[in-house]
């Protein structure tokens, strides 16, 4: 058996890349997605997970870290916004 | 002897949080995957040693998590109030 | 060695389950396991003042997710089938 | 000592524990938390016992004696002495202030827990035993078979005379 502790960086980068490219797939096209935008918005959450593992297979810590403090802000002022676009009753 | 090391325990933690995340259809269960994808990925950053970044990541996601359940609630009760929602 | 290959068996065990099960509030005591099994894997791993501090640090965070998750799920309950 | 027999040692020990530290500071008899309150109505739906539920929706949604056992083997086997039991009885408290409890169960839990393996590592068993031994006494009580465990629980607190508070 292949231990991991070698292989670790192999590991990290080709399951970022998957979860990636699965995770763009399921913001577009996922079930419900196109109805509800909260839905999307919590579907956002799988391919940034997948470039921050991307990046820490690089040594990238600062990146990483840059990345979901980012991702964290971006989650307020859209969550403001979609409760907004709610109350105005303007999203369909 | 069969060694399960850890690593492999957090790439199943990750798909697992992926593939339920995705496919769900009601939101709390996606948000509760979402938790499970966010203990991957702080398990695979400690496999790496770098305890600063796993120690700041934990709070990211967790409060990341917490506003996207804010923000749920809020749209629910304005949904019940237009009379939207059944 | 032998340590980590239990605490990983859990870990896998328990997360499977949590995919096949569909009650929503059946699923809160699997994720409580998963977050003790990380928080011990991490000291485990790392046995320094600093591992156990991010071990800490970690659980006590999981841990008001997962009360925030438990209100969220009874709140929605009563929004969606009237309060009683 | 071979190791099977420590680990099993160092489960049985944790899991006295915590489950008596918490049954007596009062967890079966009511719910702390609202989410703590559902979790319960949910156990006793699928077959199970009110006041095991109670106790495991207490155990999900703050940190107690559980918790305490954790951190506190964490720390002794980090630190190598009995201090990191003090350090993580400091932080079970405050994240116990977090979750709106008092915060008793886990101070508690984690000093005993501290004696405990103080005691334990001069017959031969290691911090890391029971480390390994918690999660498996977590194991138990939420992982299982949900209805059993909570029958067990509620007998148990029915003996120590902890029972649900109906109001």
Known sequence: MISPTETLPWISFYLGIALLVIGSLGVVFGPKASKEPIIRLINLTVPITGIALIFISYNYTLTMLTILSVNTMFYIITIRAIIRLEEMEALY | ?86 | MIEETIIAGIIIYMGLRLFITQDSLERMPYLNVINFGVAAIITLKNPSPLGVVTSMIYFIMATVAANAIAFTINKIKEIEHGND | MNEIIAITIGAILSWINFVIIDIWMGLPESPGVRGAEAIGKSIENRGGDLGGGYFSGNIVCSPDASAGTLLASCGYYAFGSPEGGLIAALFVYFGNRICADPGYAGTTGALSATILIWAATYIGINPQNFIVGMLLAALTIQGIYHPYSSKLIGKMARKMNRKVIKD
């Open chain 2, 1 to 86: 002897m069969v060694m399960i090391e850890f690593p492999y325990a957090a790439v199943i933690l990750m798909i697992v949080g992926a593939i339920g995340g995705l496919l769900q259809t009601r939101p709390i269960d996606k948000i509760l995957m979402l938790a499970v994808l966010g203990d991957g990925l702080i398990s695979m950053i400690a496999a790496y040693q770098y305890l600063d970044v796993a120690m700041a990541s934990s709070f990211m996601t967790f409060v990341g998590i917490i506003i996207i359940m804010i923000g749920l609630i809020r749209t629910l009760e304005i949904k019940k109030a237009r009379g939207e929602l059944f």
